[in-house]
């Protein structure tokens, strides 16, 4: 099993100069764990959902050179070549790569949620965002009601956002 500090060195590496993106997806990762311990998701998603934590966003730099947009269709759409070819490198089971890449191709896909590990990235994502995008406290109310599901996601938006 890969350790997830070498995917997070590649995704650093991936996004030298950068650290915009760097401390996005630090901070998505976190929270993604966090909310995942909390709501008690097995180790073998953990894991899963922790890799993809860190390279959710790894199609942002090809749809940007490809399309001039970092469009989220255009993330999901770029992005899972990039993590397949890093995580191969780095060994990591068939298994775990092919969900990996199925979370990076829907983390902008709200409807069809199969698993609790793609709840808690799409909340952790929105977390960051909903910050990070200044968004008004009517957007953030609009995403809570819409978007958060688990216990956890849905306390630490109301409290963070004071909503």
Known sequence: ??????VLLEMINYYQGDPKRIQHFLK?????KFIAEQENLPSDKLYILEIAGLMHDIGIKI??????????????LEGP???????????????????VCFLIA????????????????????????LYEDNCPKQAIENALNRI???KTGINLCK?????
């Open 1 to 6: 099993m890969t350790n997830i500090n070498n």
């Open 28 to 32: 998505v990762h976190s929270f993604a």
């Open 63 to 76: 749809a940007e050179q490809k399309y001039n947009s970092s469009n989220g269709k255009y993330q999901e």
């Open 81 to 99: 070549a990039p993590a397949r070819e890093i995580l191969e490198k780095l060994q990591v089971d068939t298994a775990v790569i092919d969900r």
């Open 106 to 129: 829907h983390h902008h896909t709200y409807n069809n949620i199969d698993d609790l590990d793609y709840q808690i990235l799409i909340e952790a994502d929105f977390l960051v965002n």
């Open 148 to 150: 958060f599901k688990t």
């Open 159 to 163: 409290t963070i956002f004071d909503v």
